[in-house]
Structure formats: structure tokens, C-alpha cells
């Protein structure tokens, strides 16, 4: 499990993936920032303003390997695969042609 380390501000950077590997960037005038609270909730803000808000969970599936990974379910979305490496967070759908989604800890 991340742990606390999973908690704090994270500035999106990209999505991509899809069935036309499309890639998704924010604009140069938009920011992005995914927060994740210790008490379960989250927001998501665009240029400091709240457009998705409410709590999240956490948890573990098995990956197509059948591997136990960790998870994260922000409100009524479905559960994404979480992995963190350093100052950065993806979060990944799963699906054969899913999405994967890039964040930057906002120090």
C-alpha cells in the first residue's frame, strides 16, 4: 500500500491510451490538481476551482497476471490500478484499450 504518501496534491500531467492511442494534455492556461485528503475524500480542481469532488477508496485486484495490485475508486468511477513511483502517481483503467493518467506531487 502507498500509505501516506498517497495523500497530498497531485497536478495531472496526461492521459492517454484508448483504442487510438490518443494522448490528452492540459491546456498551457489550465491547471489540474487531483487532492487526495486522509480522510477519504478527494477533489479534482481546474484552475483552482472544484469540478469533481467526494471520497475515494482504496483496494486491490488482481492484475491480468492475476498479481494482487493496488487500487483507487474516486467516487462512483470505477476502480483504477495505482502506482506510484518517486513524485509521481498513474492511474490505469485496465481495460485492453484503457486509459492510463499521469500526476505530478505538487510539493
Not at 492556461?29 to 475524500?41: E, F, I, Q, R
Not at 493496488?70 to 485492453?96: A, C, K
Request: charged share 15%; with cysteine.
Amino acid at each position: 500500500m502507498c500509505g501516506n504518501s498517497l495523500y497530498g496534491k497531485w497536478h495531472w500531467v496526461e492521459t492517454s491510451g484508448g483504442f487510438a492511442g490518443v494522448t490528452y494534455r492540459a491546456r498551457a492556461d489550465s491547471n489540474v490538481v487531483l487532492n487526495l485528503y486522509t480522510n477519504g475524500a478527494f477533489e479534482q480542481t481546474l484552475n483552482g476551482h472544484v469540478n469533481s469532488s467526494g471520497s475515494f477508496i482504496l483496494g486491490t485486484a488482481p492484475d491480468r497476471s492475476g498479481n494482487p495490485q493496488q487500487t483507487i475508486t474516486l467516487g462512483s468511477s470505477i476502480p483504477e490500478y495505482l502506482q506510484m513511483r518517486n513524485d509521481s502517481l498513474m492511474l490505469t483503467d485496465g481495460f485492453d484499450d484503457g486509459f492510463s493518467s499521469v500526476y505530478i506531487r505538487v510539493h
